[in-house]
């Protein structure tokens, strides 16, 4: 299956700082990244869609000068969490999206576990 | 509004001891279903598409099929290195996100 990396997997910070988190597609070119947050024992929820050279939508209640998402090239996704604070940490986990043959297939990062302090 | 209902919640199963993962879902208009496989800190990790009812998927010990409103994951002969997270997702016709469910988590002892 297709790779998708993300970076950092861990990371701490004080609350006030902002963080960067990275996505990238390795072996194939995504037009659409997908952006989740998982909480303990909870399931994957959407927060944004990211396409290449447009801005990401956000589902509803996700802030999005909070979570500023930027999609420069068809391997490589970003977010940054600006001004974080203890609520932010969890466990964000980026998809790519494969169209093969009509198929739209999402293959997922490793994720990233935010602990802010 | 687009629904997916995992059940049981945890199953605990002997090594050897077959059973089954049910997804419910509810989708205006189905493009496709999907499982996952989720370790502990870990991303998902594809498992199956499913796009149509009536069709079904094999790799290994797993076997998926799909209904009009219900998947299934068949596990045959578990072994322990099967404990993991089942996550069901399903995507609309309306677009690519992924509407996930809250997963089963599998264990499966010696």
């Known amino acids: 299956g297709a790779v998708v990396s993300q970076h950092p997997s861990r990371v701490i910070c004080k609350s006030g700082t902002s963080v960067k988190i990275e996505c990238r597609s390795l072996?194939?070119?995504?037009?659409?990244m997908f952006w989740y947050r998982q909480f303990p024992k909870q399931s994957l929820m959407l927060m944004a869609t990211s396409n290449e050279g447009s801005k990401a939508t956000y589902e509803q209640g996700v802030e999005k000068d909070k979570f500023l998402i930027n999609h420069a090239s068809l391997t490589l996704s970003t977010l940054t969490v600006t001004s974080a604070h203890p609520e932010d940490s969890s466990f964000y986990i980026c998809?790519?999206?494969?169209?093969?043959?009509?198929?739209?297939?999402?293959?997922f990062g490793a994720g990233t576990r935010l602990s802010v302090l | 509004e687009d629904q997916v209902t995992q059940s049981p919640e945890a199953l605990r199963l002997q090594e050897g001891e077959s059973s089954s993962l049910n997804c419910s879902y509810t989708v205006s208009g189905l493009r496709g279903l999907f499982w996952y496989r989720q370790d502990p800190g870990k991303g998902p990790e594809f498992l199956f598409t499913?796009?149509?009812a009536g069709e079904e998927k094999e790799k290994e010990r797993l076997k998926a099929t799909l209904t009009k409103k219900e998947s299934f994951l068949h596990i045959t002969a578990p072994k322990p290195e099967d404990s993991a997270t089942y996550l069901c997702?399903?995507?609309?016709?309306?677009?690519?996100?992924?509407?996930f469910g809250k997963g089963t988590s599998l264990l499966v002892t010696p």
């Open positions: 998809s790519a999206s494969e169209l093969t043959g009509g198929k739209n297939i999402q293959y």
């Open positions: 499913l796009y149509s």
């Open positions: 072996d194939f070119q995504a037009t659409t």
């Open positions: 997702a399903v995507q609309a016709h309306s677009g690519y996100a992924l509407n």
